[in-house]
């Protein structure tokens, strides 16, 4: 069974920094892109960030481009997301999901609070 | 980017009944020369992440009912519950992955009348 756990979220000042971990298990974590998507508290879903199976390619969405680096460990069969310089407007709930054809599973998230 | 407007936001089905989601992209998101359109169908319900229902625009994921389909080819799609039963209640969001970078739809909530 495919399980991702995110874990790393919480509560910080704007400009600071977080670092998120998504740990994957039940699954060859090597072969499969990942991503991260937020959800706003009661908003829709926007996608932030994606990385090749390697790690030797990234992509990001416009809004968070320069401030974080999505990045992957697979002898740890983990995702990270380093995010500095955070806004009130990053606040939200941070998914991994796997891609497949598209993102076919998910975590249960981790919230990031951005506020003083 | 691709902007996906997905309609209503908000339906009220009762039981039973059919539901009927609609989901537009800014531009056509069908790969000519694979004929596949690169749209997908998530479900959220509250407090939980999303759930694929749907990709390809009429795939089912496995041990998705089949009360679930999807239709639709170039812009504009849909998804449709055959019969609504109470634990559809949710959030759906269509999703292109025609390029880079994939985007969502507004979300449309669906709930019994």
């Known amino acids: 069974e495919v399980q991702l756990v995110e874990s790393g979220g919480g509560l910080v000042q704007p400009g600071g920094s977080l670092r998120l971990s998504c740990a994957a298990s039940?699954?060859?974590?090597?072969?499969?892109?990942m991503h991260w998507v937020r959800q706003a508290p009661g908003k829709g879903l926007v996608w932030v960030a994606r990385?090749?199976?390697?790690?030797?390619?990234?992509a990001y969405a416009d809004s968070v481009k320069g401030r974080f680096t999505i990045s992957r460990d697979n002898a740890k069969d983990t995702l990270y997301l380093q995010m500095n310089s955070l806004r009130a407007e990053d606040t939200a709930v941070y998914y991994c999901?796997?891609?497949?054809?598209?993102?076919?599973?998910w975590g249960q998230g981790s919230l990031v609070t951005v506020s003083s | 980017d691709i902007v996906m407007t997905q309609s209503p936001d908000s339906l009220a089905v009762s039981l039973g009944e059919r539901a009927t989601i609609n989901c537009k992209s800014s531009?056509?998101?069908?790969?000519?020369?694979?004929?596949?359109?690169?749209l997908a169908w998530y479900q959220q319900k509250p407090g939980q992440p999303p759930k694929l229902l749907i990709y390809?625009?009429?795939t089912r994921e496995s041990g998705v009912p089949d009360r679930f389909s999807g239709s639709g080819s170039g812009t504009d799609f849909t998804l449709t519950i055959s019969s609504l039963q109470a634990e559809d209640v949710a959030v759906y969001y269509c999703?292109?992955?025609?390029?880079?970078?994939?985007?969502f739809g507004q979300g449309t909530k669906l709930e019994i009348k």
């Open positions: 999901a796997r891609d497949g054809i598209t993102m076919m599973d």
């Open positions: 039940g699954f060859n974590f090597g072969t499969y892109w």
């Open positions: 990385i090749n199976s390697v790690g030797s390619t990234t």
């Open positions: 531009q056509s998101v069908l790969h000519n020369s694979k004929n596949n359109n690169y």
């Open positions: 390809w625009a009429s």
């Open positions: 999703q292109q992955y025609y390029n880079t970078p994939p985007t």
